[in-house]
């Protein structure tokens, strides 16, 4: 074990933010040990903005309460921490931790629980990149470097602590924090990581929940370099285990939206993860329209169904929460509303929730090529810097195009064509979300609810199928939610 100087790796207290320092604090005057760990120590030495600090002490849980009281909630089972609130802030402390007892892994060597207190020598073989474990205490300006770590920064190297195979045996979610590391970073994986990262490694990635890998999923697609990250993801095998049923290919409209994302985030604009999501699972839903379209189907059924397909699906490798789930089918069912709207439900549209992401996601996808929007996230884009006059005629001059055009048209394939009727509202987007808990469907079963056209093998429907027989249900429109464009 080496002690560096703080000073000489970059590192004074003038960068850290008070919150961190009173945490370190209190845990100090109590008479505990407390470090800075992990990204902070990292990024602050590369000089980069730390995303967040996070503490280790040798106290526990409890005793970590007991330190900051109702400041501090205990969370996890699996691993369990310490959430110390301070002011606006969140720290996550950690207790040291001694290698888990054998009765917590599985048969495929994987940490069920990894509650077990030690000292900061074992606590340091725990954590999995050389890089992140490094222990700052900026009262005493000292950094511990047990591994060298600090030449691994300077030559810009990823390294894990101990044997890779054992380490992504342990938790398999070190695979992908390996390539996010790697990406954010810009630093080469050691060679012995290399050698072992293969695809078949990467099927230990079934063992983790869905929900965990969303999590995940949402920290590559926030971390500023999800474009770099993307290639990654295929070459390393990751990708088939984060994403059902996305073909491993990146298209220009899924890379003009990384790199949007990217340059949002380097902006400090904020950005919905979930908007990442619709551009990925947007070929599946139109494949999976198409599909339903094929079986006669009506379009709006269709889609309202291909969504939930959709999101079904990809439910099974990362659980996408319910807001941001209905966040990615309004997006796709303002596809069709923007791509065709009926000209009195203009002005309405583009002042709805929704408008925004529909806007600029039907605008990525014009970018990028694709002609089926038929020139209207152009026509939407310049609709918004008009004056209410400039408005009007283009209002007018769009519908007197649309009536032509109509004239001429046979069918259309998503596009729903029903009879323009003088309503200047907005039917809401999308349809209640299907229940996922048992005691949820019961519920909805009781309700006059037609039943969901799921078939059972998932690719033919039967000209009995209910989704055929379905009413057109009369929308609520108390339900519709409008609002400032966001
Ligand atoms: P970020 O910039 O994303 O916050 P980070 O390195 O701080 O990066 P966190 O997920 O905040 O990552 O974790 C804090 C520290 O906890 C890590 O630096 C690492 O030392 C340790 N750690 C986190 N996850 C793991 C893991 N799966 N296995 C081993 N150590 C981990
Ligand atoms: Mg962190």
């Known amino acids: 074990m080496q002690t560096l100087r703080a000073s000489k790796c970059g590192l004074s207290t003038a960068q850290l933010p008070s919150y961190i320092l009173d945490v370190i604090d209190a845990l100090t005057k109590a008479g505990y040990e407390a470090y800075i760990v992990g990204g902070g120590v990292r990024d602050l030495i590369l000089g980069l903005n730390p995303k967040d600090f996070d503490a280790v002490t040798n106290a526990t849980p409890a005793q970590v309460k007991e330190v900051f009281g109702r400041r501090c909630r205990i969370i996890g089972r699996r691993f369990e921490l310490a959430h110390v609130y301070a002011g606006r802030e969140l720290v996550e402390v950690a207790t040291f931790r001694a290698p888990p007892k054998k009765a917590v892994t599985s048969a495929s060597g994987m940490i069920l629980r990894d509650n077990n207190w030690g000292t900061i020598e074992q606590d340091f073989v725990r954590r999995d990149f050389s890089i992140n474990a490094m222990y700052y205490q900026p009262r ?160 709006a059924e269709a889609r309202a169904q291909a969504g939930l397909d959709v999101l079904k699906r990809q439910a099974t490798r990362t659980i996408i929460p319910r807001f941001a789930e209905t966040f990615i089918r309004e997006v796709w069912e303002m596809q069709t509303r923007l791509l065709n709207p009926k000209p009195q439900q203009i002005q309405a549209l583009s002042t709805h929730a929704r408008f925004r992401a529909g806007f600029d996601f039907l605008l990525l996808r014009e970018k990028s090529g694709d002609d089926t929007t038929q020139g209207m996230g152009v026509w939407w884009d310049a609709y918004q810097q008009m004056s209410t006059d400039e408005k009007e005629r283009a209002i007018s001059q769009y519908n007197r195009q649309r009536a032509k055009s109509r004239r001429k048209a046979t069918t259309d394939d998503v596009v729903e064509t029903k009879s323009v009727a003088a309503i200047t509202e907005i039917e809401p987007l999308v349809n209640e979300p299907e229940p996922r808990s048992r005691r949820e469907r019961k519920s909805r079963a009781k309700s006059e609810r037609p039943v969901q056209p799921t078939s059972s093998n998932g690719s033919e429907i039967g000209y009995d199928h209910p989704i055929l027989k379905r009413k057109r249900v009369k929308r609520d429109l108390s339900q519709v939610i409008f609002g400032p464009t966001q």
């Not at 938790?171 to 390996?178: A, G, K, Q």
């Not at 999923?217 to 993801?233: A, C, D, E, I, Y």
């Open 140 to 299: 005493k300006g000292i950094v511990l470097d047990f591994c060298h770590a600090i030449d691994d920064i300077k030559n810009k190297t990823l390294r894990l602590l101990g044997d890779p195979t054992l380490r992504f045996e342990e938790d398999p979610v070190r695979m992908l924090r390996t390539l996010r590391f790697a990406a954010k970073l810009n630093f080469s994986i050691a060679p012995e990581i290399l050698e072992i990262f293969t695809p078949e490694l990467t099927q230990l990635l079934r063992d983790i929940s869905p929900h965990r890998l969303y999590d995940e999923s949402q920290k590559l697609f926030t971390m500023g370099h999800l474009n770099r990250v993307l290639p990654m993801l295929i070459d390393f095998g990751i990708w088939h285990q984060l994403f059902a049923d996305i073909s491993p290919d990146i298209s220009t409209f899924i890379e003009r939206a990384a790199i949007n994302t990217d340059q949002r985030i380097q902006m400090g604009k904020t950005i919905n993860p979930a908007f990442f999501y619709a551009v990925l699972l947007w070929k599946p839903f139109l494949e999976r329209c198409n599909f339903y379209l094929s079986k006669g189907v009506v379009p």
